[in-house]
């Protein structure tokens, strides 16, 4: 059973950072896009980054653009979101997803495959 499982996230001040870790299993996602989408309560779940398959291309989110980084390591089955000069506004459930797909994808309905979530809060 393929599985991706999310981990990092807690409560952080403005300011400060994280670094989110999902981790793969159950299957290699080597050759697939991977994504970071968040949901805050009450709110549409949203697009944050995602990193082709080599991690050679790469795409933000206006509002997290130069201040998060999404990387990845194959041969650990593992994607990271490095997210520095965390606002309030960034306050959500982190979620990982990933698709068989050959590019980006910014939509929920692209990626087939997701984590369960870690949350992140950032207090001001």
């Known amino acids: 059973q393929a ?9 952080v001040q403005a300011g400060g950072s994280l670094r989110l870790s999902c981790a793969a299993s159950g299957r290699t996602f080597s050759t697939y ?4 989408f968040r949901q ?3 709110m549409e779940r ?8 080599s991690g050679s291309t790469t795409f933000y989110a206006d509002s997290v653009r130069g201040r998060f980084t999404i990387s990845r390591d194959n041969a650990k089955n593992t994607m990271w979101l490095q997210m520095n000069s965390l606002k309030p506004e960034d306050t959500a ?3 990982c997803a990933a698709d ?3 590019g980006i994808g ?3 309905g692209e990626y087939g495959y997701w984590g369960q979530g ?4 950032v207090s001001s």
């Open 46 to 53: 949203e697009f944050v980054a995602a990193i082709t398959w």
């Open 100 to 102: 068989p797909r050959m």
């Open 93 to 95: 459930v982190y979620y």
């Open 3 to 11: 599985q991706l499982g999310e981990s990092g996230g807690g409560l």
């Open 118 to 121: 870690t949350q992140v809060t």
């Open 106 to 108: 910014r939509t929920r």
């Open 40 to 42: 805050a309560p009450g």
């Open 33 to 36: 896009t991977m994504a970071w």
